[in-house]
């Protein structure tokens, strides 16, 4: 499967606890994406890394998260002290410079905070 | 910022006919604008895309309007099949970076 993948598919935590998601973009896209949607909703965009560089971040993204792109290849999300607003699906999503506005979305990792 | 308002949230329509999705944004300088499907539990997958500098695009039973003067675009399905039941979203680029997204239209095809 050459698409985006993210890992785990489904989290279920204990409120105050920390976690972490991992995105593997489409092997040539530099550009990746962080989005959260919430059921019923459509998806809302937290930040986006071009390589390793963080370039926004929204105001969604509270000082509890924190993503990295060390490499410029996979990221990871953490969430720390989670709280239970915080249940939600978490998107990954990766495009290439060439046609940077064109968005292939992974799976998502849907989060569960009791 | 970029605000995306899409309409209706529920869509019912018969096998065979047709169905409309609209959606209205506020910056008239977004220039890319994406239709999304999402089955339940899947992944966003991309159906359609329309870039400010065409009108019109059309992918066998999907098309896409857009009119940037009064800054709405329309998502048009022909001869629906069932496995056109999904949740449709359209979005709006801003600064060619984020996606802004519409609520979604819960479409169903009824056999």
């Known amino acids: 499967d050459t698409g985006v993948s993210q890992d785990p598919r489904h989290k279920i935590t204990k409120r105050g606890q920390n976690v972490t998601f991992r995105c593997d973009p489409i092997s040539e896209h530099n550009r990746l994406y962080w989005y959260r949607q919430t059921l019923g909703q459509g998806p809302e965009f937290l930040t986006y890394f071009q390589n390793e560089a963080q370039l926004e971040k929204s105001r969604l993204l509270s000082d509890r998260f924190s993503a990295e792109r060390p490499k410029g290849s996979f990221s990871t999300l953490e969430i720390q002290r989670t709280e239970q607003g915080d249940s939600a699906m978490y998107l990954c999503?990766?495009?290439?410079?060439?046609?940077?506005?064109?968005?292939?979305f992974g799976p998502g990792t849907r989060l569960l905070v009791l | 910022g970029e605000n995306v308002e899409q309409h209706p949230s529920t869509l019912s329509v018969q096998e065979g006919d047709s169905a409309v999705i609209k959606c209205t944004y506020s910056?008239?300088?977004?220039?890319?604008f994406p239709w999304y499907k999402q089955e339940l539990g899947k992944r966003p997958q991309l159906i359609i895309d329309?870039?400010?500098?065409?009108g019109e695009k059309k992918d066998q039973r999907i098309a896409v309007t857009l009119n940037k003067t009064a800054k709405h675009f329309s998502l048009h399905i022909t001869e629906t099949q069932p496995e056109d039941s999904a949740v449709y979203f359209c979005a709006a680029i801003q600064g060619a970076q984020k996606l802004v997204f519409g609520q979604g239209t819960r479409l169903t095809i009824n056999p």
């Open positions: 910056d008239s300088a977004s220039n890319y």
């Open positions: 329309i870039r400010s500098n065409v």
């Open positions: 999503a990766s495009s290439r410079q060439s046609h940077r506005e064109t968005q292939y």
